[in-house]
C-alpha cells in the first residue's frame, strides 16, 4: 500500500510538470524571436521603413505592420480579444511613425505570449478554423506562429543587412 502510495504520488507530480510545458516553451522561443525583431525595427532608420528590395515586394514597415496583424490573428485564434483601439480593418494606416510600429510590436507579441501562457491544455488539441486549406488544432496555431515570427525575423534581417545595418545582437561578431 505505502508503494502504492508513492508510485501515484510520483505520477502526479510528473503529469503536473507536464503542465503548461509546451505552451511555456513556446512562449520562450517566441520571445526570442520577438526580441530580435523588436531590434531590428530599434535599427534600422525611420528613413529605410519604407525601403523594399524591389517593386512589388513588402518594404520594411510593410513586413513589420504583417507580423503585428499575424500576431493579432493567431492570438484571437487562440481566444484572445483584440486590445481595445485596436482595428484590423485600419491598421496598415494606424501605423506611420517608427514609434508606432514598435508600440505595436510590442502590444501584439505582449497579448500572444500572454495568451501562450495561458491557454488551457485541453484546448490544444481542439479544431481552429483558418481561411486556408487544412485541419488545425490550438497546437498547430502556436506552432505556426513561431514559424511565422521566425519566417519574418529571418526576413528583416535580409533587409538590414541589404542596407548595410548589422543586426544588433551579431555586432562585433567575426563573420564567416
Not at 15 to 28: D, L, M
Not at 119 to 135: M, R, T, Y
Not at 153 to 176: F, K, V
Request: hydrophobic share 40%.
Amino acid at each position: 500500500m505505502k508503494n502504492l502510495f508513492f508510485a501515484t504520488a510520483f505520477l502526479f507530480s510528473i503529469s503536473a510538470f507536464g503542465q503548461g510545458q509546451f505552451q511555456n516553451e513556446t512562449a520562450n522561443f517566441l520571445t526570442a524571436a520577438s526580441g530580435k525583431i523588436m531590434q531590428l525595427a530599434e535599427a534600422v532608420p525611420e528613413d529605410k521603413y519604407d525601403w523594399s528590395p524591389e517593386e512589388g515586394v513588402r518594404s520594411f514597415s510593410g513586413v513589420l505592420q504583417h507580423v503585428v496583424s499575424a500576431n493579432y490573428f493567431f492570438a484571437t485564434k487562440m481566444g484572445a480579444e483584440l486590445p481595445e483601439g485596436v482595428n484590423m480593418e485600419t491598421l496598415k494606416d494606424d501605423l506611420s511613425t517608427k514609434e508606432d510600429y514598435a508600440a505595436a510590436l510590442q502590444q501584439s507579441f505582449d497579448l500572444v505570449n500572454e495568451t501562450l501562457k495561458n491557454v488551457d491544455e485541453a484546448s490544444l488539441s481542439e479544431k481552429v478554423e483558418f481561411p486556408f486549406p487544412g485541419e488545425y488544432t490550438g497546437m498547430s496555431t502556436a506552432l505556426i506562429l513561431l514559424s511565422h515570427a521566425n519566417e519574418h525575423l529571418g526576413q528583416l534581417i535580409g533587409y538590414t543587412r541589404m542596407n548595410g545595418i548589422t543586426p544588433p545582437w551579431s555586432e562585433g561578431q567575426a563573420s564567416n
